[in-house]
């Protein structure tokens, strides 16, 4: 049997095609259930590959893969950006580094803040990757895709002024560390469909009031409320209070169920 590989869409979902039955069975929509991505597949989506390497620079110095799929580095400072119609992936550290373009390498130069205040997403990006947007304390709005389905560790790490942030439908997966020191979060309220919460997700949010979960979380990473003392109120799915005092043991005298 021939094997190929490699990533397809369908309803908003992302699957991982391992041969061409399975690619004519996608097709056709018929015969076989697909994999649908894991955090692990998800992180390597946003790592830096060789075939990244031919790139394009738009007017605004962000630099995306040639075929316009991945978002790789921000070299220039704009107070605004709109991310181009049809990136899929933002990868890791993409609007934190300083970095040049030499031929295929990226020679990555000091460490400086990018003083971007507000990004728009297109519907079309499903992952960020580890660091995208870390210690960006610039950062205050971020209007995310609707199809977001994976935020990678230490994402928005010391975006201490990120006060909006769009929970999408879609989400999946959120990394560890991946939005600690988010000082302007009052509330986070997680849409139905989250899987994984990693460790010290929303550590040291000090502002946070509310949290709401949904019942289809599997996984707790540890710590991932400490340091929010303004935390008040974890709101739960009815009838999952014995689920969630297994995985915030430490955090039952916040719940709050809900219909």
Same mark, same amino acid.
């Given at each position: /049997?021939?094997?190929?590989?490699?990533?397809?869409? &369908?309803?908003?979902?992302?699957?991982?095609?391992?041969?061409?039955?399975?690619? =004519?069975?996608?097709?056709?929509?018929?015969?076989?259930?697909?994999?649908?991505?894991?955090?692990?597949?998800?992180?390597?989506?946003?790592?830096?590959?060789?075939?990244?390497?031919?790139?394009?620079?738009?007017?605004?110095?962000?630099? $995306?893969?040639?075929?316009?799929?991945?978002?790789?580095? /921000?070299?220039?400072?704009?107070?605004? $950006?709109?991310?181009?119609?049809?990136?899929?992936?933002?990868? =890791?550290?993409?609007?934190?580094?300083?970095?040049?373009?030499?031929?295929?390498?990226?020679?990555?130069?000091?460490?400086?803040?990018?003083?971007?205040?507000?990004?728009?997403?297109?519907?079309?990006?499903?992952?960020?990757?580890?660091?995208?947007?870390?210690? =960006?304390?610039?950062? /205050?709005?971020?209007?995310?895709?609707?199809? &977001?389905?994976?935020?990678?560790?230490?994402?928005?790490?010391?975006?201490?002024?990120?006060?909006?942030?769009?929970? #999408?439908?879609?989400?999946?997966?959120?990394?560890? =560390?991946?939005?600690?020191?988010?000082?302007?979060?009052?509330?986070?309220? &997680?849409?139905?469909?989250?899987?994984?919460?990693?460790?010290?997700?929303?550590?040291?949010?000090?502002? &946070?009031?509310?949290?709401?979960? #949904?019942?289809?979380?599997?996984?707790?990473?540890?710590?991932?409320?400490?340091?929010?003392?303004?935390?008040?109120?974890?709101?739960?799915?009815?009838?999952?209070?014995?689920?969630?005092?297994?995985?915030?043991?430490?955090?039952?005298? /916040?719940?709050?169920?809900?219909?």
């Amino acid at each position: /049997m021939n094997k190929v590989f490699g990533y397809l869409e &369908l309803d908003g979902n992302v699957y991982k095609i391992t041969s061409i039955d399975e690619l =004519n069975d996608f097709v056709y929509r018929l015969g076989s259930e697909f994999k649908e991505l894991n955090d692990c597949e998800f992180a390597e989506l946003c790592s830096f590959k060789e075939s990244d390497g031919e790139t394009y620079c738009d007017d605004c110095g962000v630099i $995306y893969s040639k075929d316009g799929k991945k978002l790789l580095f /921000m070299s220039m400072d704009s107070e605004e $950006y709109k991310i181009k119609e049809g990136t899929a992936i933002i990868g =890791n550290e993409a609007f934190r580094w300083n970095i040049y373009f030499n031929g295929y390498n990226y020679i990555y130069n000091a460490k400086r803040e990018i003083h971007v205040k507000e990004i728009s997403m297109p519907d079309s990006i499903i992952a960020i990757g580890n660091d995208s947007f870390s210690n =960006n304390t610039w950062l /205050m709005t971020l209007k995310s895709s609707s199809n &977001l389905k994976y935020i990678g560790e230490r994402a928005f790490l010391g975006c201490t002024n990120l006060l909006k942030f769009d929970w #999408p439908s879609a989400l999946r997966y959120i990394g560890a =560390n991946a939005f600690e020191h988010c000082a302007g979060f009052t509330e986070v309220l &997680l849409n139905n469909g989250v899987k994984n919460i990693g460790s010290h997700a929303f550590k040291n949010c000090v502002n &946070l009031v509310v949290v709401s979960l #949904p019942s289809t979380i599997e996984a707790f990473g540890s710590g991932v409320f400490d340091g929010c003392n303004k935390l008040t109120e974890i709101r739960i799915p009815k009838g999952c209070s014995d689920k969630f005092s297994r995985l915030l043991p430490f955090s039952k005298d /916040m719940f709050v169920e809900i219909e």
